[in-house]
């Protein structure tokens, strides 16, 4: 959740995002990058000003430390985020004791949060409200 609204809908995927109907496709800076993930938006000035060179560094770096496919998905002042290797590590199976290996997938989707937090700077001033912002 930011503080600060985010004006229209941006969708990075690296498939197709569902739903895409209303938003049209835009190619970035970064050739790698257009080749690795899909940008959808129904705001590509908002688009541009997220999607920063350093963002899209940082994106694919993140892309490349995680398993499975990377959804993002800015929607008014929040950001969705799917990262998808058809496992359910938020699922621990009770048929047998649990273990450190078990707890460790949970621990890690949950550092998971807060790296996504750190590696794409959602703390800095372009997502907090200025003083006298509505």
């Avoid at 498939?15 to 080749?35: D, V």
């Avoid at 707890?103 to 409200?129: A, G, V, W």
């Amino acid at each position: 959740y930011f503080d600060k609204p985010i004006e229209g809908l941006l969708q990075i995927a690296q498939r197709r995002p569902h739903n895409t109907r209303k938003l049209r496709k835009i190619e970035t800076e970064s050739i790698q990058f257009n080749k690795k993930f899909r940008v959808y938006t129904n705001n590509q000035e908002m688009a541009f000003y997220l999607i920063t060179p350093l963002m899209l560094e940082r994106l694919m770096l993140f892309e490349k430390a995680n398993r499975g496919k990377i959804c993002l998905g800015f929607i008014k002042n929040q950001l969705h985020v799917g990262v998808n290797d058809a496992k359910d590590y938020l699922e621990l199976k009770f048929k047998k004791p649990i273990n450190r290996e078990d707890l460790q997938y949970l621990i890690d989707d949950f550092e998971l949060i807060s790296n996504i937090i750190d590696e794409f700077r959602l703390y800095t001033p372009k997502f907090m409200k200025r003083k006298g912002e509505a």
